[in-house]
């Protein structure tokens, strides 16, 4: 059996179909927005005088903000079973375990 799916993307403003997502950024926050012609005109132009003084920034990727730390799992394990925990010899460590070593080195 085929099937046909639609995807209809409205205005956020009014329902009506929208014509494509304007996305902006205030106070350091971005937003996007599904907006027809109309809405996104007036958007447009109600921040038009803004846009003309205001200065370009380049735009940034989204990092996380800690690099990951890498331990050597041998040394998690060891630690892990010295302190009777308990943690398998293979696979996955915990997080609950990494966060305990973490903290006491």
Do not use: C
């Not at 009506?16 to 971005?30: E, Y």
């Not at 925990?85 to 293979?90: F, G, L, P, V, Y």
Request: charged residues 30%; positive net charge.
């Amino acid at each position: 059996m085929a099937q046909k799916m639609i995807v209809e993307v409205l205005d956020d403003i009014d329902g009506t179909p929208a014509d494509g997502t304007v996305t902006f950024a205030v106070g350091g926050v971005a937003y996007e927005i599904d907006l027809n012609k109309k809405h996104a005109d007036q958007l447009a132009k109600a921040i038009r005088p803004f846009v003309e003084k205001a200065r370009r920034v380049p735009t940034r990727r989204k990092t996380s903000s800690a690099p990951a730390k890498k331990h050597d799992q041998r040394d998690v394990r060891v630690w892990a079973k010295s302190r009777g925990m308990k943690i398998s010899d293979r696979g996955r460590i915990p997080a609950d375990v990494l966060s305990q070593y973490e903290a006491s080195h």
